[in-house]
């Protein structure tokens, strides 16, 4: 199952910057994760300073 992102998300980009398959992207408030790209690695987790990804 693909993490998600929640409403706490800063848009600080961090997370996307860890994404070693590309799976996370600038959504319109919050960034988002592509569910069909994950690869549940958590490194945007572990990158998250706000803690705001979910597996």
Do not use: F, R
């Not at 960034?31 to 706000?50: F, K, L, M």
Request: net charge negative; with cysteine.
């Amino acid at each position: 199952m693909a993490h998600t992102i929640t409403d706490a998300c800063l848009t600080c980009g961090a997370c996307e910057a860890e994404c070693p398959v590309g799976a996370i992207a600038a959504g319109d408030d919050k960034y988002v994760i592509n569910a069909d790209e994950c690869i549940d690695c958590g490194a945007c987790a572990s990158a998250c300073p706000a803690e705001a990804i979910e597996a």
